[in-house]
């Protein structure tokens, strides 16, 4: 699947720090997508946020294709340690973007978390059988 999204001016630029958890958590799920891509549903405020190894960017349900914020330039490497938060860059494209950054920060967790849990494994399984041993038998 392909989807092609598009960017107006950007308005503003400005430093946020994610936290540990929820950096730790995007980068597990994706490194688990055969797509390149990890697509994560904001169902709380219709929105959609596509994860790449680049940006986090946010869709809005009602503009479509439209990115409102894209969270780039994650700088991991700044930790020491890997509950510590993850440096970042929010652009925002609309001039009510700003206004969305603590909601985003608050719901993507919650999303991520959700994503998780519907994340089956998959291959083969198959129960062994071990024959008694001679202390198993009693008589």
């Not at 960017?7 to 540990?20: C, F, H, K, V």
């Not at 891509?37 to 439209?66: H, N």
């Not at 967790?109 to 519907?118: D, Q, S, Y």
């Amino acid at each position: 699947m392909e989807i092609t999204c598009y960017r107006d001016a950007e308005l503003m630029r400005e430093s946020r720090n994610l936290p540990a958890n929820t950096y730790n958590l995007a980068q597990t799920l994706f490194s688990r997508s055969a797509s390149g891509c990890l697509i994560v549903p904001i169902r709380s405020m219709q929105y959609l946020a596509i994860l790449d190894t680049e940006e986090f960017v946010f869709l809005d349900g009602e503009r479509k294709c439209w990115i409102d914020i894209a969270w780039q330039n994650f700088r991991p490497q700044l930790r020491t340690k890997l509950e510590e938060p993850v440096a970042f860059q929010a652009v925002y494209y609309r001039a009510d973007s700003a206004q969305l950054m603590s909601r985003l920060q608050a719901e993507l967790p919650r999303a991520l978390g959700e994503l998780a849990k519907k994340e089956t494994l998959h291959g083969d399984a198959r129960i062994l059988k071990f024959g008694r041993r001679a202390s198993d038998h009693h008589g």
